[in-house]
C-alpha cells in the first residue's frame, strides 16, 4: 500500500464524514427512521382531525334531531291554533303545510350560497384548526423574538 492510500484512509476515519465504514447505512437508517417517524405523524394528525370531524358532525346531528322534535311539536299546536282560529283543523294544518313549503322552496334556491357554503367552512374550519393554532404560535414567537 502506498503512502498517498495510508494517509487517505487515515484522513477518512478522522473526519466526520468517514468514521467508520458504516457511516453511509447509518445515515441511510437514520433517514428511512425520520421518514416513518414523519408518515406516523402524519397518519396521527389525520386520524385526529377525522375524529374531531366526526365528533362535531356528531354533535350537529344530535342537536339537528332535538331541534326537529322541537318543531315538530311546535308546528302541530301551530297547526291546531290555526284550525281553532278558522274553526277548521283542515286550514290550520294547510297554513302551516303552506309555511313549511315556502320555507323548503327557500332553502333550496338558496342552497349553494347559503347551506353549502355554511357546511364547507364549519368542514374546513375543523379540519384546519389545528393549522391556525400554529401559525399564532409562529406569529407569538416572532413578536416575542423581536
Known sequence: MTWKK?????????????KGEGFFEESKQQIVD???DRLLLFKL??????AKLIAT????????????FVLLFLSV??????????????????IVAAFYVILLALVIGYRKKI???YIVDIVI????EKAKEENKEEIKADDNAQ
Open 45 to 50: 394528525d389525520v386520524v385526529e382531525r377525522g
Open 115 to 117: 347551506v353549502q357554503k
Open 34 to 36: 425520520y421518514l416513518q
Open 57 to 68: 358532525m356528531f354533535t350537529i346531528l344530535i342537536v339537528a334531531l332535538f331541534a326537529f
Open 77 to 94: 299546536m301551530a297547526a291546531f291554533l290555526f284550525g281553532e282560529l278558522l274553526h277548521h283543523i283542515f286550514w290550520g294544518f294547510a
Open 125 to 128: 374550519g375543523i379540519v384546519f
Open 6 to 18: 495510508k494517509l487517505s484512509r487515515q484522513r477518512r476515519k478522522n473526519t466526520p464524514m468517514g
